[in-house]
């Protein structure tokens, strides 16, 4: 069986979790908070998650797990068959990644951890992101989905890396990063009435007191 190393508050390893759900594959959650121990590094090279278990070993990075899934796993595919098509999904998710999801998770110390930030940084992630959700709204389909007709790994990153954004920079800037893609607005409401992403929103209210209750133990 696949198991799925990680936390509920990770959004990355959400997203793998959606994957995993949406495709019907069974999987085992396995508790993996990583570090730099010398045995959370035998299973994680960089000491990060998510993580994902198979018979030959273990296999980390996000986009590389998910790309494993696609081409050894059965289930709804969350990528188009066609190479262009596909190229245009992965290529979506890879500028949500790095345009969007990245530049705010530079903030995330001030935005939800209570921290101060240099505002040297706080203005990088403002430009960058601002950047990063024009980019999106000139690539982005929203029809209804983010490639297009179907679910895909485009989607994954939206659903859990945008909501995260657009919480930075509404706390951090009174900006609204949504305010002129509504399809994008809608895409998330919809996105939020799918059991699988209920499930996982629940998994993660769950366990987010002990992770706030671990992040504090380490200020």
Known sequence: MLKLYGFSVSNYYNMVKLALLEKGLSFEEVPFYAGQTPEALAISPRGKVPVLGVEQGFINETSVILEYIEQSQKGTPLLPSDPFERAQVLALAKEIELYIELPARACYPEAFF???????????????????????????????????????????YFLYSVPLACGVAKKLFEIDLLAELPAAKELLDRLGDNPNVQRIAADREAAMPAFMAMVASKK
């Open 114 to 156: 209570g921290m101060t930030l240099p505002d040297a940084i706080k203005e990088k992630t403002k430009t960058e992101l601002l950047l990063g959700i024009a980019s999106l709204g000139r690539h982005g389909k929203f029809s209804p989905y983010v490639a297009g007709n179907n679910l895909s790994v485009a989607d994954l």
